[in-house]
């Protein structure tokens, strides 16, 4: 079974619009981390928000919020008023210890476009 | 803000040659990972590191890899006798301690195989 779970492989936004990007994820580890980044263009991996298991809000920052519904296994990335230079890849990861699974492991992405 | 610096950006290296891909992570982090994103998929998990020893690695990090912190800056991997298929961007990624915090990546480094 896959960890995470990005079911939009790609997306289309209209500048100055909010929109979210999906991510469910699987784990039996009580104590776990969602992360999300983003990959522009050219490359580089640009951390961008994170949830802890035991949060009890939504993590925000700047712009980015995280819809997080740990009794659905939800995690989604809220991306408000969207500017051009959001249109990269974003990747939901997640963090559990070893004995759950993997140390970090990465969804397939969700390719975000940002349209003028 | 310090960030995690990776050189070079870009190797070309002939199938069956060794190459060793550097990093130098935040200063006050003292966990360190390696990654790796063959084009068009998603990143891969290769390799943790702490206190001079591999804490976790991956089924992709097997012998033909290796990592080492030779001085008090650097983090090096090292692949040994390099495939076609190990052609994909390899990230290092550093964090102030383990678990659920944030890692910080560098730009990456392009390698292909020829």
């Known amino acids: 079974a896959q960890k995470i779970t990005q079911t939009q492989p790609g997306m289309f936004v209209q500048e100055k619009e909010a929109v979210t990007l999906d991510c469910t994820y699987d784990?039996?580890?009580?104590?776990?981390?969602l992360f999300w980044y983003k990959q522009p263009s050219s490359g580089e991996m640009i951390f961008l928000i994170y949830q802890g298991s035991y949060d009890q809000q939504n993590a925000t920052e700047g712009r980015y919020s995280l819809n997080f519904q740990k009794a659905r296994k939800s995690a989604n990335l809220v991306i408000s008023a969207s500017q051009l230079g959001d249109s990269a890849m974003y990747f939901c990861?997640?963090?559990?210890?070893?004995?759950?699974?993997?140390?970090?492991?990465f969804g397939p992405g969700t390719r975000l476009s940002v349209l003028p | 803000e310090p960030e995690v610096t990776q050189t070079p950006s870009h190797q070309v290296t002939q199938m069956g040659q060794e190459v060793i891909l550097r990093c130098v992570p935040i200063?006050?982090?003292?966990?360190f990972y390696w990654y790796r994103q063959i084009l068009g998929q998603k990143v891969e998990f290769l390799v943790s590191f702490y206190n001079n020893e591999i804490s976790e690695k991956s089924e992709i990090f097997d012998d033909q890899f290796s990592v080492e912190r030779p001085d008090g800056s650097n983090f090096t991997l090292k692949i040994r006798s390099t495939k076609l298929e190990d052609s994909a961007m390899y990230f290092c990624?550093?964090?102030?301690?383990?678990?659920?915090?944030?890692?910080?990546f560098g730009d990456g480094t392009r390698l292909s195989i020829l």
């Open positions: 200063s006050n982090h003292l966990y």
């Open positions: 784990t039996s580890d009580p104590s776990y981390g």
């Open positions: 990624a550093s964090s102030e301690a383990d678990g659920n915090q944030p890692q910080h």
């Open positions: 990861a997640m963090r559990e210890a070893p004995q759950y699974g993997q140390n970090f492991v």
